[in-house]
C-alpha cells in the first residue's frame, strides 16, 4: 500500500473487554514499531517487530499487552481486560534497513469506558 | 523519566513570523534527532532530522540547530505559515531506525 494503514481508526470498549488493533505496514519494511500517545503529549514506545522477531518489548505497561508479527508483515496489538487508563491513541511505524525515516499510520483512537 | 524535555508547550506566532521550539536530552548515547509534526488525527510525519557530528541543518524554512556540549537542540520554523499550525515533537534515538524517545510535543498556531 502506499503507507502504513491502522484499524480500526476508533475503538470503544467497555472495561475489561479485549481489544485487537491491527497494523499493515509498508510493504517491504522490516522494521515495525508500536507506540501509544495519550492525549495532549507525545508517544511512547511500546514494542519493536524486525521481520516476525519481537527483538524489544521494554515499553509494554503491562502483561496485558501483547504484540505480535507471525508472518513478519501485519501486526496485531492485542490488550486484555482494557482499563481506563488504557485509553490512548496507538500508533504503527515501520521503516525498510538502512532508512532512517519511520513513517507513521494514522493510529487507533481507544476509548475505554 | 522523561528524557526529552520540549518547550514551550504551546506557541502563537504572526504569519510571516519565526517559531523557535527548544529540546533537551539525557541520554549521551543518543545519536539520532529527528523533528516531527503532527496534524489532529492523522500520525507524525518526519519534518527534518539531526546527527551531533552537525550544528545546523537546514531543509526550507526548517533549520534544526544542536548543541552537543549542552545537550539541546532546536527547531526554527521561518516564515511561518498558517498552514504550519500543527503539533510538533522532537525525538532522539540511539541509532537512526532504533526506538524514538519523544518529548511532550508544542502545538503552533499561526496566526494570519
Known amino acids: 500500500g502506499a503507507g502504513v494503514s491502522q484499524s480500526p481508526r476508533y475503538k470503544v470498549a467497555k472495561r475489561g473487554q479485549d481489544v485487537a488493533l491491527r497494523c499493515d505496514p509498508i510493504?517491504?519494511?522490516?522494521?515495525l514499531f508500536w507506540y501509544q500517545q495519550a492525549l495532549g503529549q507525545g508517544p511512547e514506545f511500546l514494542t519493536y517487530?524486525?521481520?516476525?522477531?519481537?527483538?524489544?518489548k521494554s515499553g509494554l505497561p503491562s502483561d496485558r499487552f501483547f504484540a505480535e508479527r507471525p508472518e513478519g508483515s501485519v501486526s496485531t496489538l492485542k490488550i486484555q481486560r482494557t482499563q481506563q487508563e488504557d485509553s490512548a491513541v496507538y500508533l504503527c511505524?515501520?521503516?525498510?534497513?538502512?532508512?532512517?525515516?519511520?513513517?507513521f499510520g494514522q493510529g487507533t483512537r481507544l476509548t475505554v469506558v | 523519566q522523561q528524557q526529552v524535555k520540549q518547550s514551550p508547550q504551546s506557541l502563537i506566532v504572526q504569519k510571516g513570523g519565526i517559531s523557535i521550539i527548544n529540546c533537551a536530552y539525557e541520554?549521551?548515547?543518543?545519536?539520532?534527532f529527528p523533528w516531527y509534526q503532527q496534524f489532529p488525527g492523522k500520525g507524525p510525519a518526519l519534518l527534518i532530522a539531526?546527527?551531533?557530528?552537525?550544528s545546523e541543518k537546514k531543509e526550507g524554512r526548517f533549520t534544526i540547530s544542536f548543541n552537543k556540549s549542552a545537550k539541546q537542540f532546536s527547531l526554527h520554523i521561518m516564515d511561518s505559515q498558517p498552514g504550519d499550525s500543527a503539533t510538533y515533537f522532537c525525538?532522539?534515538?540511539?541509532?537512526?531506525?532504533?526506538?524514538?524517545?519523544f518529548g511532550g510535543g508544542t502545538r503552533v498556531l499561526v496566526k494570519p
Open positions: 517487530f524486525q521481520n516476525e522477531a519481537q527483538l524489544d
Open positions: 525525538a532522539a534515538s540511539k541509532a537512526a531506525g532504533n526506538k524514538l524517545t
Open positions: 541520554n549521551t548515547a543518543f545519536d539520532y
Open positions: 511505524a515501520s521503516s525498510s534497513i538502512g532508512n532512517t525515516e519511520a513513517f
Open positions: 539531526i546527527r551531533p557530528d552537525v
Open positions: 510493504s517491504g519494511h522490516v522494521s
